[in-house]
């Protein structure tokens, strides 16, 4: 029982170290290549790849793989069937090899009859494969997607694709579709002139259509030349973007580029940092050039098809076996091994020089990655990388490729266009002026001055570029005359200008021709007018918002109404008051009236008040009637100074949409005009349909001339502009100014040529110098310092609302006159008062006059002295006494009577004190 299990255990262990030692594959496998005597470089890559597959020890450890490499002429085709046929007659288990179109036809249908799998690096745009033909080069349907792709990312609305061949276009089917789905794009085929390596003629005709970018579909070869025919012509300008279609770009030679920074741009399918590429240059060191390199994509795609089929050689070694064998031409007969060996390249997964490699059922190569280079002065760089789920995924931040720009921008000298226009360029005021010679020696800011000459000043110390002003010839702008654009942006489009900068408003017909930063002034539409001139000031202008009946029917209600409360206090017998000495007193007196009344009028009250009804009533009557009286005077005031201020015929747009006398206009090519022709508000359509029909002309021919017509018709003409111009206009000529508000809002902003590198760097400069304040500084230093600025406001012409001195002289005269009608009541009560005293003390009124005018003006005299009514109360009770002294004096000295007197002599006869003389009786 031993006995046979031990044998069946032998026999068991000896079959499996026999097929352990047998291969399924046989032990040497042949390759076929077929190349032309262009494609040595195609060749040599097909060997190394041989080579490698030999040396590597962990595929095929069992056979040997031989290469059998026929040649034949690039230009026939029937050389290079006849030569295949030699090669596979022993037997070949795969050919690789031709790249030209005709070649490679005769290859696939002899592949297809004989079942020999077909390893192709080339592209061919089919979406149905021969059945026994393989490609490992990138469908070009999805390189045609990635073009798209990246079109769409960068936002591109117009471009030129410029091919070789026919067969580019088929390359680009995915990019021509694209305006289909991306609206707005334009597409411009151009074809490289044939037979020709002069390509001047095409690329001046490029140049005159302001197109900056190019796809370039060609050679390899030839893209050099074509890119240093552009750069004689200045199309490699900061401004063009060129898309190459190789996926060489990053091989080819740019030293003469290093100082340009046109974007190139492409993308690389062998990535060089990658690990499997590493290991190849380690063993095969790489000594070529362009198509001579062991990198290029052509060559590379040979390695990694020779490579792709040892890898499904050796997957089917470890489950089936394969035979080789003979095969003709002309007997056809099938190698009957081709469909297995075919199945199990399909299922390869394989990481090679071109990256990872896998086929879709119907064998092409999908799902690869590609890298987007950019030119970095002299070389490309990584900036991107496309796949075709994702598409384009930038591997740069938004902060890094702004920051690119900005280096870009150091190494730069930026041409800057701009025109005269008060106070954004202005010339230089010379004192003593300089002569013609001197100018012209002297630089652009040497000789000009302005507001957007200190904002490009300070611009560049924030964005750290340099910079030379020019003056556009003709001073235009730029607007789209007979299809073609004048003036700033015809010079930006043309690339002989990188910015322009003056009071350049921004539209959307402009946005289509140039970019624009964001605005560092905001403004609009204003209409300039000539003020009304006011007539002489009337110093009694505070009457007037009351007629003179008014007043003097006022004036006569104040005096009855004072003699009515004076007369109804008197007769009531409830205004008398008892003084306790059988007397009443009335405070009603006439002054008391009247001075009750104008102290009620004027809203300042009075020490007495009415005590009965009747005089009450009057005083509320009265108190309501200088209610209403002073309310509507201060209302009337106020709404006579704002019509005073607002004389003008008309005071917006509107009024101006109603009225023929008053004309109207706008320069006649500016964004202004514009404005009024694309607008949709009937307002302003009315308003453009009148400055249209007019008979003379209403437009002007710049803002200077506008400002002129208006202050020359004299209120007869308004002048539709800018209101940062007007704002600057009105600040030194004090007879104009500005009729309502804004027609709309708009801003100025710095031109740059269309999609320049520069926008974003640019328009962060002039964001940080708004946040900054630079902005707000430089435009008060320019409309209200320099230049006579603020010279209305000092001559008070800025007054707005304010009344003048002249307007309110009347007040003050009549403040004057009552300060000077109580000073000579005060002296008048004074001298009586004093006169009087001085006659009764026998002193000289002048004197006390003196006396009391030194008290009054002696700071240190205070504020008491001898009561004067006290003063006048002694001296009458000094003259009393001395009268009565007199009188007691006098009957004294007459006791006993005078002599002869009839008196004396009646008082004789009743006393018998007195004696009597001549007696007779």
Known sequence: MMTVSLRMFLVAWGTIACLQSVSSLPEVIKLAGLFDTNSASQEASFLRAVDAVNDDRTILTKSLVSADVGRYPADDSFKASKKLCEIIQPGVSAVFGPTTEAACHHVQALSDTLHVPFMQSKYAYIFKRADFSISVHPHPSLLSKAFADFVRKSNWRSLIVLYETEDGLVKLQELLKLPKTFHGLKITLRQLTPDTLDYRPLLKEIKKSEETRIVLDCDYDKIALILAQADELSLLTDYHNYLVTSLDVDKINLDAYVHHNVNITGFRLIDPD?????QYLKKFPNAGEGKENYLFTENALVH??????????NDLDSLQEMEIQPLSCDAGAAWEDGEKVLGYIKEVEYVGLSGEIKFDSEGFRTKFPLDLMEKVRNRLKKTAVWTEAGGVNYTLTATEMIGQAVMK???KTLRITTTGNDPY?????????VSPEALQRMSF??????FCVDLIKELSKEVKFKYKFYLVEGGGYGSFKNGRWTGMIADLRAQKADLAVIDMSITSIRQTAVDFTMPYMSTGVGILYKKKIPPPPNPFSFLQPLSIEVWIYTTTAYLGVSIVLFLLARISPYEWEDDGEGSATNQWTISNALWFGIGSFLCQGCDILPKTISTRTVAIMWWFFTLIMMSSYTANLAAFLTASKMSSPVN?????SKQTKIKFGTYCCGSTNSFFRGSTIPTYQKLNAFMESAKPSVYTSGNSAGIDRVRKEDGLYAFFMEAAAIEYHIERKCDLKQLGGLLDSKGYGIALPKDSPYTQAISQGVIRLIEKGVVTRLKKKWWEEQRGGGSCKS??????????????????????????IATMIAICEFTWRKRKLAVDENTSVWLEMWEELKFAINPFAGDTKANPMACDSQSASRASSKAMLSKSTAESLHKYGQIGDELSLTKARKDSVYERFNDQS
């Open 274 to 278: 990658s690990s499997a590429v590493h």
């Open 304 to 313: 990694d098809a020779v490579r792709v089929y040892a890898k499904a050689l």
């Open 409 to 411: 921008l150091q190494n």
């Open 425 to 433: 360029v202005m010339k230089k005021i010379f004192d003593p002026p």
């Open 445 to 450: 800011e040497e000789k000009y001055e302005g």
């Open 652 to 656: 917006s747009a509107e009024d101006l």
């Open 795 to 820: 001559l008070g012409g800025g007054g707005g609302d304010q009344m003048s001195v002249a307007a309110l002289a009347g007040l003050y005269m009549m403040l004057i006159g009552g300060m000077v």
